[in-house]
């Protein structure tokens, strides 16, 4: 239907407006016409009753004079003299004057009579009327205007009985004058008619029905009806004026306080939604205030302002977000991804354009020290300086990027390797003569640079990348500080891309559980100490079935960040063993697990250690955890939390490696750790070095100063027993004392002594 | 006074002769046989209307004359009538035209009047001939009041007329006084004299202004109460049969005038207690009186 179309449409709120007006005006308007309408009709009627009454009332009159005229003239008719005079017309005038005469003062209304011959001419040259009566065309009575008056005339037919028929002697005309019956309308108290005017032809008579119908009545009119119909139309006059009034007035004022300030919110939308909307102003409202549409201008600037506000925010997010996507938050340098892009393009000329560029790898040496023993500002604030130094050595049309932690790169474009690598050392001279400084203490800060050449020959950005992290790598593997160049064929490079393939092998190494649990035996050196302690070693089967030594996979499972998963193979693989060893063994035996660096920071390493715990019903103090002294350095705030949570539960800790790094005894005493590892360098030459026996015995003191038990390791022979039994060393390891066998072996060989106790 | 005494003696047979002429007179009024309204015209050219009984022509016919300007119709002249329509007369009762075509209403005093008693008495002629024509060989006159100087003018005018009869009913007095009379006359005579023939009211009769010519006036105006009493007594001479009828209490008429008339009429009948029209009762009374006198014409004529 055509109004489906019509509820899919909008309008205006004016359109509205004017149906309203239109539906308003029309009840009003027809109401007003068609009661004046009913109220003319009324009068009309009333008039035409008015009229049909004043026509009946002068008809009625005119007849009943009428009436009166034809029996006046039968009677002069009927007369015997009348007749006689049709005989001897001696004394007409007579007749006329004198017998008529009084018979018209009896009647009261006859004016004059005359008398004519059959043929219709008078009967006397002395007439009154007229010379010629017209009884042929006028068969009834007539009106007749003479001079000024008007006159009722009839002419009766005079008859008389001859042979025995009637035979027309003549005719008597009478005439009557209608002054009488205007007399007789005016005198009447109810009478329709004020005035008559005759419409007719000068003594020439009309027959009485159309001397009626043609003459002009001024007819009375009816007061009440004229009042009612003056009230009924002023009345709904007004009220349509009033209604218009009003309907207009409301209109005008819903236009302009509705409809027009609506129309001004909408257009403010309009321009808010472009952006050059200015806040409405308070005298947008019209003629009058509505306090919705103040509301609705309230909520308008309201949300303008916030629309606002949170435009020009996100404008500011968006270009800090743009900023963030292509700068690093921290130095206000390129990240990584911009630097790629810039990579990728300088790539793209290099090789269509056949230009040469560099890149330098940059990789801060000993920043983890100053980030865990300073804080991360200390640490952010490092990164910020050596950002500065690094920028201070390139050109503007260089681009240093931050690529994440204490990495930088260094795009030097249109620059060959020469060039490159005078840049490349010079940053490297900058950075080293630099002096951070952090709350009094001093740190040697250094930077280890891989320098990539970027030309055409290059395949891909994935090949500069690994380049330039191999040649980074090999630049702080050499003793860090340092800037190694990339060359082709570079024997250190092999070794780091072998050290990258081993993450793969890691990965489908733990997916095909090709790990194997070892343990070794930690000996007891002090008489009376019964107790059973192992270390849980990790060995890797390959697919021939040869088994390789922790040393070859550790380092890259380290460098990628594989550890974590390793230290979780380790973890649960070893607690479950335990738990079945328990359940047969009975006995009391201690592990050691060794935990990685990045494992000791790793919350969910922790957790597992808990869970598999719980899970496998382990007594805590039979488990030991070893950590480097180097992983814990390095992390060692989440080092403390670590040795912390555990300890908390039973677990005991073990300090590996002691004294191989930078270790210091102050570190130490933040540690809580149970035991110390002695570094194996300083075990091997016991025996025969003055300095490592003194060593050895320096951190045995120490440690048991400390109420830390130390374990001796790498006690490959068992000439090492005597000095080290003499130094008060708790404990001794190595394949002197005990080869490491496979834990299921071990577990299975405790569990037949077990039983066969 | 015969007929007086013998109405007299007839007393109780005209009691039933009254109840008779009520049930004769009530069939000529349910039947009015053979009664016709005849129209004739004058050789004037005026239309005359006479009301007419038709009976065997071996009686002689009789005509009954209205009063001054009256008509057949008046109540007295035609209770006369009915009464005669039963005793086996033919009757004509003519109105006098008094110059009317076919008059048929009485006129009236101030109408103009033009006619004459002689033109009265022509008309009367027309009608006497009228009758004869219809093969009435005799004929007796009846008038009533004014009627009655009509057949006595009649008779003394056309003495050869065959008229066998002559009854004057209400036969009075003139109603003016004679000096009155007198003096219209002389103002008449002399307005004749003066050819001034216009109309001028006089008293006549009954009329206190009779609009008439001189001529007309003095035609009726001679026929004083003298003149009437002159006419009887020639009449008597002539040995013409006149019998005059008058009501007792006819305030036109005194003792006086009963001796006069009786003295010169053939006979005087007064009916006592009757009026100048003779309404009420007597008229049956009258219509006796008219049989006995029509049956003593009879009786002479034969």
Known sequence: MWWHKLNKRYFPISFYLYIFVLLAIAPAGITTYLSINNA????????????????????????????????????????????????????????????????????????????????????????????????????????????????????????????????????????????????????????????????????????????????????????????????????????????????????????????????????????????????????????????????????????????????????????????LTYHDPLTGRYNRRAFTARLEHALETAVIENKQHALCYIDMDQFKIVNDTCGHVAGDELLKQVAMLLESEIRDSDMLARL?????????????????????????????????????????????????????????????????????????????????????????????????????????????????????????LHPGDNSQHYEVLLRLREGNGDLILPMAFIPAAERYNEMPYIDRWVIENTLRHFHNIKSHHGGKINLSINLSGQSIGNQEVLELIKNSIDTYNIDPRQLCFEITETAAMSNLADAMHFIHSLRSLGCRFSLDDFGSGLSSFGYLSNLEVDYIKIYGEFIRNVSTDALSRTIVGAINQIGHVMGVKTIAEFVENEALVKPLTDLGIDYIQGIAIHKPAPLSELFAGLSRVANSK | MPLQQTANDMLPFSRYMSIAAVLCLLLTYALPARCETVTATLPSGVAVNAEYIVASPEKPAIIVLHGFLQTYEFMSTWNIVNGLSSLGYAVLAPNISLGVPDRKQSAQCQAAHTHTFASDLSELDFWADWLQKKGYKSLILIGHSWGSQYLLGYKVSRPKAPVIGLIAISLVRSHESRGVRQQQITLAKSRIKEHASGLQPYKLSFCEDFMATPQSYLSYAEWSDQKVLDTLAQLKHNQTPTYVIIGGQDKRSDSAWLKEV??????????????????????????????????LIDAKTQ
């Open chain 1, 404 to 524: 994440g932690g204490d990495e930088f790169g260094v795009l030097l474009e249109g620059c060959n390797l020469d060039k490159a690598e005078e840049v490349a050392e010079a940053m490297r001279q900058k950075v080293k003569t630099h002096r951070f400084i952090w709350h009094d203490k001093p740190f040697d800060i250094g930077i280890s640079i891989g320098l990539v050449p970027i030309t055409a020959d290059n395949a891909n950005i994935g090949e500069i990348w690994r380049n330039a992290d191999a040649a980074c790598y090999v630049a702080k593997d050499s003793g860090r500080n340092r800037l190694h160049i990339y060359q082709e064929h570079d024997t250190e490079l092999v070794q780091r891309y072998g050290e990258m393939q081993w993450v793969s092998r890691l990965k489908q190494a733990l997916d095909e559980n090709r790990f194997v649990l070892y343990a070794q035996l930690i000996k007891p």
């Open chain 2, 262 to 295: 009786r003295a010169r009429a053939t006979e005087l009948a007064v009916i006592e207690g009757a009026n100048h029209f003779f309404s009420d009762a007597f008229e049956f009374e009258l219509n006796d009186r008219l049989e006995k006198i029509l049956h």
């Open chain 1, 40 to 323: 003319y009709r009324i009068q009309r009627q009333a008039e035409e009753e008015n009229i049909h009454r004043a026509n009946t009332e002068l008809r009625t009159e005119v007849h009943r004079l009428s009436d009166d005229l034809l029996k006046i003239t039968a009677n002069l008719a009927g007369w015997d003299e009348t007749r006689a005079l049709f005989v001897d017309a001696t004394y007409y005038n007579y007749w006329r004057d004198i017998r008529v005469k009084d018979l018209a003062q009896a009647s009261g209304i006859l004016d004059a009579a005359d008398l004519y011959r059959d043929n219709g001419a008078a009967l006397t040259s002395d007439y009154i009327l007229t010379p010629q009566a017209h009884p042929v065309a006028i068969a009834g009575p007539a009106v007749m205007r003479q001079a000024a008056s008007y006159y009722l005339v009839y002419f009766q037919p005079i008859t008389v009985a001859s042979a025995g028929k009637n035979r027309l002697l003549g005719y008597v005309g009478a005439r009557m004058n209608l002054d009488a019956v205007t007399e007789s309308i005016n005198s009447a108290e109810n009478s329709h008619i004020n005035k008559i005017e005759w419409m007719l032809p000068s003594n020439e008579p009309v027959a009485l029905e159309e001397a009626i119908r043609t003459a002009r009545l001024d007819v009375a009119a009816i007061p009440e009806i004229k009042e009612f119909s003056d009230i009924i139309r002023t009345g709904f006059t007004e009220f349509l004026l009033y209604t218009l009034t009003l309907i207009i007035f409301w209109t005008v004022l819903l236009s302009l306080s509705v409809a027009r300030p609506l129309g001004r919110l909408a257009k403010y939308l309009q321009d808010v939604y472009s952006g050059h909307a200015d806040t409405i102003p308070v005298n947008f409202h019209g003629v009058i205030k509505i306090r919705e549409l103040e509301d609705v201008r309230e909520a308008i600037n309201d949300y303008k302002h916030r629309f606002q506000s949170a435009t020009k925010t996100l404008e500011e997010k968006n270009k800090e977000l743009m900023h």
